[in-house]
């Protein structure tokens, strides 16, 4: 019984030595406002900078899904093939099993829709000759992969009667690659920026251990233990982790402010109804949670690396 209690009190010193740490931890923190700020603010603008440019690629990404429309091949027939020829040859790769339908555009259609959606209806008007070739729309089978589409984009670009066959989904390939690219260079900044974020604190710290270091030694000399000693460290470097969160978080959401409107009125322009997408309540959260780790890694090794070197004489 007597063991209970010794463990209940233990317990309960514990737990009110640390409510005690994190109070008197803050208060130091807010002491000095001006320089938690400019620590504040460094930690937000590192973490910021790879946070907001994963949320711009998020952005991006779900903007381009709208693109993924089934692959079309355009093939562009040669100059001297006339409208009949194109039509036959249409209907010959209608009947393939690995077409599913086949459009043909007239170079007289194609001049018209050209000159409706450009704006430059006079020019065109203008010239002696239509510069447009007849064009056939090939949408492969449902069932086709990418290798499938390729192989048949290149049988048909060895008729002789086209002058060029173009697969129009190789540029949002294209742009999904570019976009993988992107996404592991932030992922590559982001993690020299966290480490950097871990330095920068374990730097503040080291410097709050050396004004606190007469303090240290009279606690040690009155027999407080390492862990006793480092409990209001881990609080200060944890207090500058949360403040650079919310910081950061601050900053992105100010930036996705300042950029919506812009990109609303482009999105307007092309009869989009996209809006750009912030971070949300939980990504908020995740990077207070994250900025409060970073901060308690960076206390940790500041305390592990100078704590041992202070002993009473």
């Known amino acids: 019984m007597q063991s209970r209690a010794r463990f209940s009190d233990r317990y309960h010193a514990w737990l009110r030595h640390h409510r005690l740490s994190a109070a008197d931890s803050l208060q130091r923190v807010l002491d000095n ?21 994963d949320v711009a690629l998020d952005n991006v990404t779900e903007l381009s899904t709208g693109w993924d429309s089934p692959s079309q091949i355009s093939l562009f027939m040669e100059e001297g093939v006339s409208s009949e020829q194109a039509r036959a040859l249409a209907g010959q790769i209608r009947a393939r099993d690995d077409v599913d339908d086949v459009l043909f555009v007239s170079r007289e259609d194609a001049l018209a829709e050209f000159s409706a959606l450009s704006g430059f209806a006079d020019v065109l008007a203008s ?5 447009l070739p007849n064009l056939l729309l090939v949408t492969p089978a449902p069932s086709a992969d990418e290798d499938g589409t390729s192989g048949l984009r290149a049988q048909l670009a060895a008729n ?3 002058a060029e066959a173009v697969l129009d989904m190789e540029w949002l390939q294209r742009l999904n690659s570019l976009m993988e690219l992107s996404r592991r260079l932030v992922m590559a900044i982001g993690a020299l920026l966290v480490l950097g974020v871990v ?3 374990g730097n503040t710290i080291r410097l709050a251990i050396e004004n606190r270091r007469e303090e240290i030694v009279i606690v040690k000399l009155v027999g407080g233990s390492n862990p006793f000693v480092r409990r209001p460290f881990l609080y200060t470097g944890l207090w500058y ?5 919310l910081s950061a978080a601050l900053l992105v959401s100010l930036s996705l402010w300042f950029l919506s409107a812009p990109v609303a009125d482009l999105a307007a322009l092309y009869q989009s109804d996209f809006v750009l997408r912030g971070l949300g309540l939980m990504g908020a959260l995740n990077l207070l949670i994250l900025g409060g ?3 308690l890694a960076g206390a940790w090794l500041a305390v592990s690396r100078h704590l041992a ?3 009473p004489r």
């Open 127 to 131: 010239l002696e000759d239509n510069p």
């Open 33 to 53: 406002l001006v320089s938690s700020l400019m620590t504040w603010l460094v930690i937000g603008i590192a973490l910021a900078l790879p946070v907001g440019l």
């Open 293 to 295: 780790l970073l901060g």
């Open 199 to 201: 330095l920068i604190l």
């Open 241 to 245: 982790g949360v403040g650079g969160g």
């Open 160 to 162: 002789p009667d086209v």
């Open 309 to 311: 070197a202070i002993q």
